[in-house]
């Protein structure tokens, strides 16, 4: 449009056309957030999934089903439970397994304990890695019936 005034022509400025659509930095923008927001929620799933797998959830002596992967599953069955020795009480001991679980483990009067010769259970040290051999109960205490010990030092 155009105005005249007194000999003098006024002319509209033109309007400069608003761009539509993502311009590159908006695009790059969110294609960051977007990848930031996958990787946050990567993260807690498996947070969630790490910790509910690393919980022992059964009498299996920290082993799911009653024993490790493989084993013949069931709370009465033996299963075995390796480690090291934490420390000892009497005829028990307490075992950290490779998860950090500490697991009770009470040798049975008629249990065997071997340690590279036939030992009793007074014979098991902190220290030592042990393979042990029994029934777990519900809470988790396995009653050995044969326990095989190596000494830190023979490592």
Do not use: C, H, W
């Not at 993502?22 to 946050?40: E, R, S």
């Not at 993260?43 to 920290?62: E, F, I, N, Y």
């Amino acid at each position: 449009m155009t105005y005249v005034i007194e000999d003098e022509s006024i002319v509209e400025p033109t309007r400069r056309r608003r761009r539509r659509g993502l311009t590159p930095v908006t695009g790059g923008l969110a294609a960051i957030a977007v990848a930031a927001g996958g990787f946050i929620g990567g993260v807690q799933l498996q947070k969630q999934q790490t910790t509910a797998s690393a919980t022992p959830t059964g009498p299996g002596g920290g082993f799911q089903a009653g024993g490790p992967p493989g084993a013949a599953g069931g709370g009465t069955s033996d299963a075995a439970t390796t480690g090291t020795v934490e420390y000892t009480k009497g005829d028990v001991l307490y075992v950290k397994d490779s998860d950090g679980n500490t697991i009770k483990v009470k040798i049975k009067s008629s249990g065997d304990v071997t340690r590279t010769a036939k030992s009793d259970s007074a014979d098991v040290q902190p220290g030592d890695s042990v393979v042990v051999q029994g029934a777990a109960s519900a809470s988790g205490t396995v009653t050995a019936t044969s326990v095989t010990a190596t000494a830190d030092t023979a490592n």
